[in-house]
Structures are given as C-alpha cells and as structure tokens.
C-alpha cells in the first residue's frame, strides 16, 4: 500500500499569512495527487487535482506543486473561511489512500 | 447539479445489521465510480471501497474487505454500504464520493454530506 504523510498535522496562522502543506508519498506517484479542503459537519471540498490543477470555483490563492513522491499545497493570503482541516490523497492506484490531515488554526 | 445524498444518521446496537445508502442525481450514476470514506471521531479520511455502477465491479481497501459490502441499485441511482454486523468500532462519519476521471488522472470531485454512524450499547 502506498502511505502518505502529511505535515505539519496542525499549524497555526493569521488571516493574511502565507502558509505551505507538505505530502510525502511512500513511493513515486508522479503526479497523481489531490488535495481537499474538510469543514466539521461539512462534506470535503477538492481544491487542486493532478499536484497543480485548480478545481473549478476554487480561489486562485490555492495552489499545488510537486511531482514523484514530495508535493505541496500552498495558501498565498490566509482568509478566515480558510481555517480547515487539509488531506492529500493519492490517485497513482485504486487504493487512493489519504493523507492524515493538516489541522489549520486561527492564531 | 451534481448531488449526492446520503441517508440520515444511525444508532445501532453492537452486533446489529445496517444499510446506509447515497443517491446520485444531476449525472449518469452509471458512467462514474463511487467510492465509500470513513472518519472515525477525530482521526482522518480513510478509502473503504470504490463500486461501478455501470457494471457492479467492486473493489475494497485492505482494511475493509470482509468487513462491509458495497453495492448500487441502478434503478434508483443509489449506492449503498452495508454490515452484517457492527461493532463500536464501526462508530464514524461515512462519505460518499463520486470519482472523476479524466485519464490518467483522477479524483473525488463531488460528496454526500456524510451519515453519522453510532454503535453503542
């Protein structure tokens, strides 16, 4: 099974910062990876697919990079609806496991 | 509109049968996988299993096969997740989400609001 590892689990920001998300892959999954956003009680919202690609509706200060096993999600300009829970997940094989989350908080 | 929605929240008994359901509308249910998330209570999104409506082929995550069944009805546009026996380790929040694919790349592009799943004595 392919694992990934996200980082920080919790990271802690003001509105207006700048702040980065890091997925590691346990092997080479090129580009096959999507990031979503989880609200409580909400369902979860994809933001970027294939490591750099903006869902539609998404705002543009969301952005993806990375490819083989190392990506990112970048917030450019904190807003308050972005405090949320963050998960990467893998598409490479049909197990299309999960990251365990990024838990971003209000400082 | 693409929607999925899923059937309401459930108390069950340890040892008890359970069906939860998600009905897709706004799409061909038949031309796209749908595939079953648990949360369990403050942990993360795990992937139980992925269906084809359009032929039925189902496949499960290592840590889900034998324990759930996933099934659709394509009559109705619904797929649904099963027990045939839960445990309170089963308590959790289930998703439902539709597989986008735009080859090779894919991904889960729409969900059901989740069904709250408590197993208690």
């Known amino acids: 099974d392919i694992q990934m590892t996200q980082s920080p689990s919790s990271l802690s920001a003001s509105v207006g910062d700048r702040v980065t998300i890091t997925c590691r892959a346990s092997q080479n999954i090129r580009r096959y990876l999507n990031w979503y956003q989880h609200k409580p009680g909400k369902a979860p919202n994809l933001l970027i697919y294939g490591a750099s690609s903006l869902q539609s509706g998404v705002p543009s200060r969301f952005s993806g990079s990375g490819s083989g096993t190392d990506f990112s999600l970048t917030i450019s300009g904190l807003q308050p609806e972005d405090f949320a829970t963050y998960f990467c997940q893998q598409s490479y094989t049909n197990m299309y496991t999960f990251g365990q989350g990024t838990t971003l908080e209000i400082k | 509109e693409v929607q999925l929605v899923q059937s309401g929240a459930e108390v069950k008994k340890p040892g008890e049968s359970l069906r939860i359901s998600c009905e897709g509308s706004?799409?061909?249910?038949?031309?796209?996988?749908i595939a079953w998330v648990r949360q369990m209570p403050g942990k993360g999104l795990e992937w139980m299993g992925i269906?084809?409506?359009?032929?039925?082929?189902?496949r499960y995550g290592p840590s889900f096969q034998g324990q759930v069944t996933i099934s659709a009805d394509r009559s109705t546009n619904t797929a649904y997740l099963q027990w045939g026996s839960l445990k309170a380790s089963d308590t959790a929040i289930y998703y439902c989400?539709?597989?986008?694919?735009?080859?090779?790349?894919?991904?889960?592009?729409?969900w059901g609001q989740g069904t709250l799943v408590t197993v208690s004595s």
């Open positions: 706004g799409y061909i249910f038949t031309d796209y996988w």
């Open positions: 989400a539709r597989l986008q694919q735009l080859p090779p790349d894919n991904w889960f592009d729409s």
């Open positions: 269906l084809y409506p359009g032929d039925s082929d189902v």
